[in-house]
């Protein structure tokens, strides 16, 4: 049995995710729920397998930072059945790796029921961030965000991804994508890079540190659309984290760069409704209006919960709100 047999088995019974486990069947995430894989894989069970299929996927300079003990990010394709994103790691048990299952088709903003505001706010410039916990679907929504871009601007649009998730065409738009690790050395080195690479729209995958935000923040201030994701839970942690990431001497000035940089904070969890065998993507959405950015500026992020509540009007919505409006 070889990883590809393993992989199309999994994607066969629906999975999202796929865990490998040194000795032991595979075990898979199916709307949600995992479960174990047929114990009839016997060559997955195998200590060693794991480490020899995945090895011709990884760059030599990939695979050797991974023997000296370190996890590694990358994506590949397998013939015949899809692209997957893997994260490989060392464990007390032995070797691991969790593969996700791209699709390969990019989804529309309809088919994975966006908030119907997200096509205005994208005619703007400035920050838009997509939020969510891990395996939230924000790396769908993105490429959903940019697919529509793509089909209905005529941009340049630069992609800063760890790894490569979605493939985007050139459309009616010109689409650059990189990786970190393997195109440029980090995300802020390939932040930088990209504002001398006429952008019109840049994706940045992931805001993980001080200087990733300051650029993007610069870039969004200068006249580009800059979407990313961060893993909070809402409008109002979102902003709390970006700000909490300056020194306290620099908060009021990020406050405020903040408060004119954000278009719209769009957060997402996954919910499966009761006598349903499938999650849906449910939104919070936080629209910049002039009295949301007031109350960036002012440092009373504890507000914005109530200003979104009652933002309807201009397309908001609380997690809560979205969760009553769920058919039944």
């Known amino acids: 049995m070889n990883l590809e047999d393993v992989l199309q088995d999994a994607v066969t019974q629906g999975a999202s995710d796929i865990h490998f486990c040194s000795g032991q069947a595979p ?32 760059e030599k300079g990939l695979y050797a930072h991974f023997l000296e003990g370190h996890e590694v990010d990358f994506s590949f394709c397998a013939s015949g059945v899809g692209r997957f994103r893997a994260n490989v790691f060392k464990s007390l048990t032995g070797t691991r790796a969790v593969l996700r299952h ?43 965000v940019l697919q529509r871009i793509n089909q209905t601007t005529q941009q340049h649009i630069i992609t800063l991804e760890d790894p490569i998730e979605f493939i985007h065409t050139n459309q009616q738009c010109l689409v650059t994508q990189r990786e970190i ?47 990313a ?7 109002a942690t979102s902003v709390e984290r970006i700000v909490d990431v300056f020194d306290s001497a620099e908060k009021a000035l990020v406050r ?59 397309g908001m919505q609380t997690m809560a709100q979205a969760m009553q409006a769920l058919p039944t």
């Open 181 to 227: 690790g393997h195109h440029s050395k980090s995300f802020s080195h390939a932040l930088r890079a990209a504002l001398r690479e006429d952008p019109d729209v840049i994706l940045v995958g992931e805001l993980r540190d001080f200087e990733t935000i300051r650029l993007a923040l610069t870039a969004a201030e200068t006249g580009h659309l800059v979407l």
């Open 102 to 144: 791209i699709r390969d088709a990019v989804p529309s903003l309809a088919e994975i029921n966006a908030p119907q505001v997200i096509p205005n706010l994208l005619k703007n410039s400035g920050l838009f961030l997509v939020t969510g916990p891990t395996g939230s679907g924000k790396s769908t929504t993105l490429a959903a």
């Open 229 to 235: 994701s961060l893993h909070t839970r809402n409008a």
């Open 256 to 314: 405020s760069q903040l408060s004119e940089a954000l278009i719209g904070v769009v957060s997402q969890t996954l919910h499966r409704p009761l006598h349903s065998n499938r999650q849906h993507a449910v939104f919070e959405v936080m629209v910049a209006t002039p009295a949301i950015r007031h109350l960036i500026r002012e440092g009373k992020t504890s507000q914005i919960h109530n200003a979104v509540q009652t933002g309807a009007a201009y």
């Open 27 to 58: 075990w898979v995430r199916v709307q949600g729920e995992l479960c174990q894989i047929s114990q009839r894989q016997q060559n997955a069970q195998n200590p060693c397998w794991l480490t020899q299929v995945l090895a011709p996927y990884m």
